[in-house]
Antibody, heavy 121, light 110 residues
Framework: EIQLVESGGGLVKPGGSLRLSCAAS????????MNWVRQAPGKGLEWVSS?????????YYADSVRGRIAISRDNGQNSLYLQLDSLRAEDTAIYYC?????????????WGRGTLVTVSS | QSVLTQPPSVSAAPGQRVTISCSGT????????VSWYRQFPGASPNLLIY???KRPSGIPDRFSASKSGTSATLDITGLQTGDEADYYC???????????FGGGTKLTVL
C-alpha cells in the first residue's frame, strides 16, 4: 500500500522558516517524480512545486513561492522535503505531498493527508 | 483567480447525471493531459481521472471524462449522495512552467 506521510507543519511568525517532510513507502520512491500542493483554509488546490526522479531531477516552482522555497528529495531515506523561507500570512495552508509526474504525465496519483502550516504573529 | 475555469457549484438529484466543465488555454489543456480529483470534506484529494479520460482502478464507470481543444468535462451518472464532494481539474501549463488547477466545483446531490 502506498503511503505518503507529511510532517513539519506548525505555527510560525511572518518571515520565519519551516521544513516540511514527506515519508514515502509502498513504492520505489527513486523512480517517481514528486510534488507539493497546498490548500489555504476554505480555498481550492494550488500547485506549489515538483521535483523529478533521477540523478539530476528537474525542479519547478509556482510563481507565488519562487525564491522563497526549495524542494528536495533523499532517495536513500524515501523522503521528500520542502524548505519554506520568508513565510507570509498567505502561505497559511495545508501542504500535501503527492506522487506522480505532473510535468510529463499531468496527474498526481497518490496524496498524503497533509500538514498544516499557519503563518501568524 | 485560477488558470483553469470551473463552475463553483453544480447540483442534481440522486440517480441523475451532472457535468462539470473545465476551461483553459492552448498552453495548458490544449497541449497536455487533463486529470480530475475528488475531495471529500476534511479529506485529501484523490485521483479520479488521468490522461483526459482514464479511470484508476477502483473508480466506477459512473465517472467519465473527455477533452476537446482547450476544454475538458467530467461526467457523473447515477448520482449518489456519497458523490457530494469538491471536484478539481488540473494539468501542466507549458507557458507558466508549472501545474495548474481549476478553482474547484462543489457537487451537491439534492
Amino acid at each position: 500500500e502506498i503511503q505518503l506521510v507529511e510532517s513539519g507543519g506548525g505555527l510560525v511568525k511572518p518571515g520565519g522558516s519551516l521544513r516540511l517532510s514527506c515519508a514515502a513507502s509502498g513504492f520505489t520512491f527513486s523512480y517517481y517524480a514528486m510534488n507539493w500542493v497546498r490548500q489555504a483554509p476554505g480555498k481550492g488546490l494550488e500547485w506549489v512545486s515538483s521535483i523529478g526522479s533521477g540523478s539530476s531531477p528537474y525542479r519547478y516552482y509556482a510563481d507565488s513561492v519562487r525564491g522563497r522555497i526549495a524542494i528536495s528529495r533523499d532517495n536513500g531515506q524515501n523522503s521528500l522535503y520542502l524548505q519554506l523561507d520568508s513565510l507570509r500570512a498567505e502561505d497559511t495552508a495545508i501542504y500535501y505531498c503527492s506522487k506522480g509526474d505532473f510535468l510529463l504525465a499531468n496527474s498526481l496519483d497518490d496524496w498524503g493527508r497533509g500538514t498544516l502550516v499557519t503563518v501568524s504573529s | 483567480q485560477s488558470v483553469l475555469t470551473q463552475p463553483p457549484s453544480v447540483s442534481a438529484a440522486p440517480g441523475q447525471r451532472v457535468t462539470i466543465s473545465c476551461s483553459g488555454t492552448f498552453s495548458n489543456i490544449g497541449n497536455n493531459y487533463v486529470s480530475w480529483y475528488r475531495q471529500f470534506p476534511g479529506a485529501s484529494p484523490n485521483l479520479l481521472i488521468y490522461d483526459n479520460d482514464k479511470r484508476p482502478s477502483g473508480i466506477p464507470d459512473r465517472f467519465s471524462a473527455s477533452k476537446s481543444g482547450t476544454s475538458a468535462t467530467l461526467d457523473i451518472t447515477g448520482l449518489q449522495t456519497g458523490d457530494e464532494a469538491d471536484y478539481y481539474c488540473a494539468t501542466w501549463d507549458t507557458s507558466l512552467r508549472g501545474g495548474v488547477f481549476g478553482g474547484g466545483t462543489k457537487l451537491t446531490v439534492l
